[in-house]
């Protein structure tokens, strides 16, 4: 098959934009499996810093980090992504390049904890301005479950109104999937400013 399904593709543009020594962001921990492949891709001096909201994600992400020998360059946080500039050092600030959201619910865990549109587009805001020039943000978008529709709307309104000449934005879904499939969302910042949407 030529075209990739979205996970691999999210992590095929992760790969194009991380490498050694750069900080990025895993926005939703969930079972570490994108915290692993960012810890991968920033090598032994970078730095990614992962959040989820559940105990149960960031003690299975703990785990994986620990069975693949790459804890210490990653940062477990249990707070909401909304807050993650409360957790980001300077000095980790300056290199950060790439961020990764999985939305939905965590696979194998309660499916009522859900991501929300408040909370995923501040954690973007956030982003937006700290994020580098060519820095990189990849959402892979679940919405077949409660309330998925409605951050899958706010989330595409949202980035379909960025100013294209500081973002550009790229969407990625297979037209004749059934069953609500899950779609990707890359966000390039163009600009080395503090941006925020209304730039
Ligand atoms: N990337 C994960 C992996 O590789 O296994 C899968 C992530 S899962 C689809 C979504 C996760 O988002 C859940 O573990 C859930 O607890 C988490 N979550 C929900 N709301 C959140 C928030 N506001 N901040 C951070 N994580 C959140």
Same mark, same amino acid.
């Given at each position: 098959?030529?075209?990739?399904?979205?996970?691999? %593709?999210?992590?095929?543009?992760?790969?194009?934009?991380?490498?050694?020594?750069?900080?990025?962001?895993?926005?939703?921990?969930?079972?570490?499996?994108?915290?692993?492949?960012?810890?991968?891709?920033?090598?032994?001096?970078?730095? #990614?810093?992962?959040?989820?909201?559940?105990?149960?994600?960031?003690?299975?992400?703990?785990?994986?980090?620990?069975?693949?020998?790459?804890?210490?360059?990653?940062?477990?946080?249990?707070?909401? /992504?909304?807050?993650?500039?409360?957790?980001?050092?300077?000095? /980790?600030?300056?290199?950060?390049?790439?961020?990764?959201?999985?939305?939905? %619910?965590?696979?194998?865990?309660?499916?009522?904890?859900?991501?929300?549109?408040?909370?995923?587009?501040?954690?973007?805001?956030?982003?937006?301005?700290?994020?580098?020039?060519?820095?990189?943000?990849?959402?892979?978008?679940? /919405?077949?479950?409660?309330?998925?529709?409605?951050?899958?709307?706010?989330?595409?309104?949202? #980035?379909?109104?960025?100013?294209?000449?500081?973002?550009? #934005?790229?969407? %990625? @879904?297979?037209?004749?999937?059934? @069953?609500?499939?899950?779609?990707? #969302?890359?966000?390039?910042?163009?600009?080395?400013?503090?941006?925020?949407?209304?730039?």
């Amino acid at each position: 098959m030529t075209l990739k399904k979205v996970l691999p %593709y999210a992590h095929e543009l992760m790969k194009e934009v991380l490498k050694e020594g750069d900080t990025a962001i895993d926005g939703t921990c969930g079972n570490g499996h994108d915290t692993v492949f960012l810890a991968n891709l920033v090598g032994e001096t970078g730095r #990614v810093y992962g959040f989820d909201i559940q105990a149960q994600a960031i003690d299975s992400t703990s785990d994986r980090l620990r069975e693949d020998g790459m804890e210490d360059r990653v940062e477990l946080i249990q707070d909401s /992504h909304g807050s993650c500039m409360n957790y980001i050092s300077t000095a /980790h600030l300056s290199s950060l390049q790439g961020a990764i959201f999985n939305l939905g %619910y965590l696979p194998g865990g309660d499916k009522s904890i859900v991501t929300t549109p408040t909370e995923t587009i501040a954690s973007l805001e956030h982003l937006f301005a700290n994020l580098n020039k060519d820095g990189l943000i990849v959402l892979v978008i679940y /919405h077949g479950h409660p309330g998925g529709q409605e951050e899958k709307n706010a989330i595409l309104d949202f #980035v379909s109104q960025l100013d294209q000449n500081s973002f550009q #934005v790229l969407q %990625y @879904n297979f037209l004749n999937q059934r @069953n609500n499939p899950p779609f990707v #969302v890359a966000i390039e910042k163009l600009k080395p400013e503090n941006l925020n949407r209304s730039l």
